[in-house]
């Protein structure tokens, strides 16, 4: 990298931050001419995209028209603006629309990047109009990484949490059949553990499966395919201030290699830096409280805000700033940062409840709407929802996860980690000996638990009809009757963890227009100045119209962004 940084300090084009929009930008802008460099202020690539589960939600998309699905701009659009509701930007969206299908379409085929449609994977709002019961979120294939070479090292990790057994690769629509206990799950986790283990010469470089899969699976191709392009990364080399000329972006100055450099762009800055989750300074000035950088999922000293501070240094309008990616999450004693809980909520026999012991939401509801809706029960009960608890009993705990805890048929509780009992987990031979132990209202906990089993033998949740649509139901266990995702809890022990406040981003940041451009508060863009991902407020407005709808719009406004600064260079 050092050559590189005395050799070179001006292209058309840098790119700050290295996440699926970021690599995605700067692959179609190399594609057209443009010669570009891509800054990360870590000493891995990836950003939170890495990490993530890789979906990306793009309706109209080729794969789900081969397969015979049903799509169309007009329904998309229809379900866009009543999910947005006021906050949506219908320019930005119908930009969105028009661009998402082609990106993907364009990037699969130059690239080593490989996609499949999740036919059953269903939009996060069925009971909005124009919502689809499956076809528009797309499932990143597995990826080989011996390809990449000496660059694996520098990939930033998945979390364990994506990995089979924490070491085995598997795409969403494996883990979905797994979770859901589908026709011929236990004959699929077999076959993907005795890929692993007789994969022999890779396990000898590494404990981690030689294939990448999810978040990591799409950031190790796009990877691949930068170094097809010899598109250089900077790893080290952290943003610092914006440059300019006459009012317009002409660069950036940035820390490498133990220097301040300054680094002329002829064309255009694009941000693809993240948001600003975690600086906790930013979080106390915009975000609900409570508020903790330590909640979130995202990876620590990352998405501390630096592109939103430019931006806004330079007069750039916000939005959004009080929201984020919000997602429930359960700190694992020892890992770096806490683990996002999706799926869990939904299989049957376990609910989550206040400290006043009395459910507050449908469990199984889209992890944004899950956390808002422990905001505004913490704010309606004098602050005792934050943290939550999840409940379980003996049933659940033997055949089902909780995080990192894999099902007792698999990991008895006599080979957990000392360490995360009273800190992970709690246990207690009852439901009151439970409450006392983790403080929370014993007599409302015995109250909840007596209606959740009445609703599981009835199948009807009358508090927050959980199983009720199709969404509910997509990790529900198939085998459970009446309701997916109802059971009762009658079986001790009985189990509980804490559930904190937690993200996958903020979805607030600078306010770009249908170019990807930054705007001021006129709406005027700033010359040469592009966001695109969680630096930018989100197009999704307040909402998450499906999975992959963080990286989805990330890509597509990166692929939106290359293409007008080529035409206007």
């Known amino acids: 990298m050092t050559a ?8 058309d084009v840098i790119v700050v931050g290295s996440g699926a929009g970021a690599m995605t930008s700067a692959i179609f802008a190399a594609d057209q001419g443009l010669s570009v460099l891509i800054i990360e202020k870590s000493d891995k690539y990836g950003g939170t995209s890495a990490i993530s ?15 015979g699905g049903r799509d169309s701009f007009e329904l998309a659009l229809q379900y866009l603006k009543a999910a947005t509701g006021e906050q949506g930007d219908e320019q930005r969206l119908r930009a969105y629309l028009s661009n998402a299908a082609p990106m993907i379409q364009k990037l699969t085929k130059a690239t080593r990047v490989r996609y499949a449609v999740a036919e059953k994977y269903p939009d996060y709002y069925p009971h909005l109009p124009g919502a689809l019961p499956g076809g528009r979120t797309l499932d990143p294939e597995l990826f080989d990484t011996s390809q990449l070479g ?6 930033r990790k998945p979390s364990p949490s994506t990995l089979l057994m924490g070491r085995i690769a598997w795409t969403a629509r494996h883990a979905h059949k797994a979770m859901a206990r589908g026709f011929g799950w236990q004959l699929l986790i077999f076959g993907l553990m005795a890929r692993y283990k007789l994969d022999f010469k890779w396990r000898r470089k590494s404990k981690y499966d030689r294939r990448a899969a999810l978040g990591s699976s799409l950031v190790a191709s796009l990877r691949r395919s930068l170094m097809d392009r010899n598109v250089p990364l900077w790893l080290n080399t952290d943003f610092r201030e914006l440059l300019t000329e006459e009012g317009r972006v002409t660069g950036v100055r ?6 301040d450099l300054e680094l002329k762009a002829r064309c255009g800055v694009i941000f693809g830096s993240g948001g600003f989750e975690q600086n906790q300074a930013l979080r106390e000035k915009f975000l609900p409280q409570p508020t903790r950088t330590t909640w979130s999922a995202t990876p620590p000293g990352n998405n501390t805000g630096a592109a939103l501070e430019a931006g806004m240094n330079l007069g750039a309008a916000t939005a959004l700033m009080d929201w984020a990616w919000w997602a429930p999450t359960i700190a694992v004693p020892g890992e770096e940062k806490p683990r996002g809980v999706f799926a869990e909520r939904a299989f049957p026999g ?3 409840v206040n400290g006043l012991g009395r459910r507050f939401v449908n469990e199984a509801a889209p992890y944004l709407e899950f956390v808002d809706a422990m905001y505004r029960d913490n704010q309606a009960n004098g602050g005792k929802t934050i943290p939550a608890w999840v409940i379980f ?4 705990r033997f055949h089902y996860a909780m995080g990192p805890l894999m099902p007792a048929q698999v990991m008895p509780d006599s080979r957990l980690r000392k360490e995360w009992r009273d800190a992970l987990y709690w246990k207690a031979d009852s439901l009151a000996e439970l409450a006392d132990r983790i403080g929370i209202d014993a007599a409302g906990l015995e109250s909840t638990v007596q209606k959740v089993n009445a609703y599981a033998r009835s199948g009807d949740d009358l508090d927050f009809a959980r199983g009720g649509n199709v969404f509910d139901r997509y990790y529900g266990d198939s085998n459970i009757k009446p309701n997916p995702c109802l059971a009762p809890l009658s079986k001790g022990p009985y189990y509980a963890m804490r559930l904190d406040a937690g993200d996958i981003g903020t979805k607030g940041g600078l306010l770009t227009n249908e170019h990807a451009q930054v705007v001021r508060e006129d709406g005027q863009p700033i010359p040469g100045l592009y966001a695109i991902g969680n630096c930018s407020a989100s197009v999704m407005g307040t909402s998450y119209p499906g999975a992959g709808g963080t990286l989805g719009p990330a890509m597509t406004f990166g692929y939106i962004a290359a293409n007008h600064l080529v035409d206007n260079s």
């Open 254 to 259: 940035v820390h490498s290699a133990g220097r």
């Open 4 to 11: 590189q940084v005395q050799s070179q300090s001006s292209y």
């Open 150 to 155: 000496e660059e694996l090292a520098n990939l």
């Open 53 to 67: 589960g890789g979906g990306i939600w793009i309706p109209n998309n080729h794969y789900f028209a081969a397969k």
């Open 393 to 396: 009993d003996a049933h659940f």
């Open 350 to 352: 376990a609910i989550v």
